[in-house]
């Protein structure tokens, strides 16, 4: 690959010192993509097969449901992963829309958007336990809002949920609740969200899953999270670079197209409508994800599910052999454990919260990698 760089003729024109930079910053990746274990981006894939497609401006400008005069793009497949991603959270069959994102924050973005235009008295209510990110966009937004305090596992805490709402009685409810929370990997749990609704006799409400870390394949495990549309949710956003995997941050968002149809306003010049946060879009990322997807078919998405359970297991199960508290969720491939010393934290890159830190037991992460962690770990 360096050699790719040095000689290729469209780097002669730059200095050698210009070209020097590209080789060391390549290196410099390949040794922090080895090491990396702390947050949750998986590098398993090989799109070479995907690369003649670098060559072209794609941009899928608009809805992916409705053509653009742009015509250089990947709408089809982004149409496909939109379709498989809803049929996999059980969208009603005949009112389910979505597209393929910038990543996580801006399906979230397009769920609290959604909700504030359905209902603009609403009330937004999310855990504490909540992505950084939201809290910006409801700013964004401009929503009211009211952070509910989490459980120890960082689910979030029903009965001050309950209460919450109780006191706010005469405001739609808007909730965002969490598939995977960005720490502990708690899932909020949206039948018993539900529940609360109900037995508090809220008529307006919406329902928004954040499941960026753990959306894709919380409908792939058995028991089955209460998560999707067929559970309470109005819109899922995930994250396509987390457990898919792609070279470029993207996501998907799917929300009911009865909603979407509210705020969608026709554009003559795209051509399409203007029914998406940005105007143009990645035309390369609906391309990676429908690769993987259509590469592994839903018993290999399973399989690869499947395989960061038991990682999961083995490095709960090593660091409690090795006298170490690690913890985790149901069904969780997040692994907690006490924050180890810096010089281990910088070379796994391994984020650190309130004295608690965690590994992230992605598709690529391997028993060999837990055990070479472990004997850093010992190591002290
Ligand atoms: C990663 C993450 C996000 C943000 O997603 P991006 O793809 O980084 O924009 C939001 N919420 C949770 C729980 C996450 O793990």
């Not at 730059?14 to 290196?27: A, D, G, I, W």
């Not at 005949?94 to 990543?103: A, M």
């Amino acid at each position: 690959m360096n050699t790719t760089l040095l000689s290729s003729s469209e780097n002669a024109i730059l200095s050698p010192t210009e070209n020097q930079m590209l080789v060391e910053l390549l290196e410099t990746v390949k040794v922090n993509t080895a090491y990396f274990m702390g947050y949750p981006v998986s590098k398993d894939f090989n799109y070479e097969a995907l690369m003649p497609f670098l060559q072209y401006p794609m941009n899928n400008l608009g809805d992916p449901f409705v053509p653009s005069t742009y015509a250089v793009g990947s709408r089809e497949m982004e149409k496909e992963v939109v379709q498989f991603f809803a049929e996999l959270f059980r969208a009603p069959a005949d009112d389910w829309w979505g597209y393929v994102t910038n990543g996580g924050s801006e399906g979230n973005l397009y769920g609290l958007y959604l909700a504030r235009e359905l209902h603009p008295k609403g009330m937004v209510y999310y855990s504490e336990a909540t992505h950084y990110s939201v809290q910006k966009n409801l700013h964004l937004l401009n929503m009211p809002n009211i952070v509910i305090s989490t459980q120890a596992n960082g689910e979030i805490d029903y009965e001050d949920l309950e209460n919450t709402i109780r006191m706010n009685r005469h405001m739609p409810v808007i909730i965002m609740a969490n598939i995977g929370t960005t720490m502990t990997e708690a899932r909020d749990d949206i039948g018993k969200i539900k529940l609360i609704l109900k037995k508090l006799a809220i008529k307006h409400y919406y329902i928004h899953a954040d499941g960026a870390l753990s959306g894709s394949y919380s409908a792939l495990i058995e028991p089955r999270p209460a998560f999707d549309f067929a559970d309470g949710a109005d819109s899922i956003a995930i994250s396509g670079h987390k457990f898919i995997g792609s070279p470029m941050p993207c996501g998907v968002v799917i929300a009911k197209k009865s909603n979407r149809d509210r705020i969608a306003r026709s554009v003559a010049y795209i051509g399409s409508m203007d029914t998406t946060i940005s105007g143009s879009r990645n035309g390369h990322s609906p391309l990676f994800l429908w690769y993987t997807i259509k590469k592994l078919g839903i018993e290999g998405l399973k399989a690869r599910a499947q395989h960061c359970l038991e990682t999961a297991a083995y490095a709960e199960l090593k660091l409690n052999e090795m006298g170490i508290e690690a913890w985790r969720n149901n069904n969780a491939i997040t692994v907690n454990f006490p924050e180890p010393e810096l010089r281990i934290r910088q070379k796994w890159q391994l984020a650190a919260e309130g004295g608690w830190s965690h590994i992230i037991c992605m598709p690529n992460v391997t028993q060999s990698q837990i055990d070479e962690l472990l004997a850093d770990l010992s190591d002290v």
